[in-house]
């Protein structure tokens, strides 16, 4: 029998992140299997090496990170909208610890990332991952669940999911005080 308790959220909120959670990020890290952290750092071997990339990413400089915190507030997964100052299209990236996934964790953090997207202008997200595997997979089902059409476009040893966002209604404002649904 299938335990019921993996669909329940285990999300209290979704809040911004900045340099100042980079010990609980790399907390975060090391919670998630060297195939999850792969998956989201394309080729990363370790956690060690995946911690050296923490600083860019929770740069507000570079992009938008926010962090789903579970009940007791510890950091339940991590992402992350990387603009490159081009175009009308954004990166989406999302790391979720293997012991966390399909408890409505990357849920939470896509709508947060979406409603921030949209409301920045952008009319494109598009994220990038290893060809095949659970992040591929997981990633394009969680989209479509969104209500985006993905495309998928091979690029090398990576693969390339992209969604307009114009064919997405806009989700409501989520109110900081309101858990998360």
Same mark, same amino acid.
């Given at each position: ?6 669909? /329940? ?11 100042? =959670?980079? +010990? ?15 998956? /989201? ?9 995946? =911690? ?10 570079? $992009?938008?990170?926010?962090? +789903? ?9 991590l992402g992350h909208l990387?603009?490159?100052?081009e175009g009308d299209e ?8 293997? $012991? ?5 964790? %990357?849920?939470?953090? !896509?709508? /947060? ?29 969680? !989209?479509?669940?969104? %209500? ?7 690029? %090398? ?7 307009? !966002?114009?064919? /997405? ?13």
């Amino acid at each position: 029998m299938a335990d019921s308790s993996l669909h /329940r959220t285990i999300v209290r909120s979704v809040d911004p992140v900045g340099p100042g =959670d980079l +010990a609980a990020a790399r907390e975060l890290h090391a919670r998630c299997s060297p195939q999850t952290l792969r998956e /989201r750092y394309h080729g990363v071997r370790d956690a060690e090496e995946a =911690d050296r990339l923490l600083p860019h990413l929770l740069s507000p400089r570079f $992009g938008h990170g926010v962090a +789903a915190r579970d009940r007791d507030g510890t950091l339940a997964g991590l992402g992350h909208l990387l603009w490159d100052g081009e175009g009308d299209e954004v990166e989406l990236a999302l790391l979720v610890p293997d $012991g966390r996934q399909r408890r409505g964790v %990357g849920t939470a953090l !896509l709508r /947060r990332l979406l409603t921030l997207a949209a409301g920045a202008g952008y009319t494109e997200i598009y994220a990038v991952t290893s060809p095949g595997g659970s992040g591929e997979h997981g990633l394009s089902a969680l !989209l479509r669940a969104s %209500g985006l059409t993905v495309g998928r476009y091979p690029d %090398g040893e990576t693969v390339v999911l992209c969604a307009p !966002l114009a064919a /997405r209604p806009l989700p409501a404002p989520l109110d900081p005080a309101a858990p998360v649904p």
